[in-house]
């Protein structure tokens, strides 16, 4: 069973939204933080945003600040990048990854990845 599956990629143009969902089958999903990263062609991979099994914390890239809001939903082990006012650089590969420590430094579980595309 694969541990986190992303979806709800696809292509848009600058200034539109996408939202992106992971579904999370790890055991101890309700206590672990949840963060989506993205990685761009040519480039390293790069943190986007984090939740911790706390609610009310979360943290953000400076590059989506503002932009981008992460939220999870316990009860559906599910975690979603609701993502506006997108840019050409948001073009990317997400990832949804899983840190079962819940401090969101430690990621043992990572999704197989959906392409955002945006177009200027």
């Known amino acids: 069973q694969v541990p986190l599956v992303e979806s709800g990629g696809g292509l848009v143009q600058a200034g539109g939204s996408l939202r992106l969902s992971c579904a999370a089958s790890?055991?101890?999903?309700?206590?672990?933080?949840m963060g989506w990263f993205r990685q761009a062609p040519g480039k390293e991979r790069e943190f986007v945003a984090v939740?911790?099994?706390?609610?009310?914390?979360?943290r953000y890239a400076d590059s989506v600040k503002g932009r981008f809001t992460i939220s999870r939903d316990n009860a559906k082990n599910t975690v979603c990048l609701q993502m506006n006012s997108l840019k050409p650089e948001d073009t990317a590969v997400y990832y949804c990854?899983?840190?079962?420590?819940?401090?969101?430094?430690?990621?043992?579980?990572w999704g197989q990845g959906t392409q955002v595309t945006v177009s200027s």
């Open positions: 990854a899983a840190d079962e420590t819940g401090w969101g430094r430690e990621y043992g579980y």
């Open positions: 790890v055991r101890t999903f309700s206590s672990a933080a």
């Open positions: 939740i911790r099994r706390s609610l009310g914390y979360t």
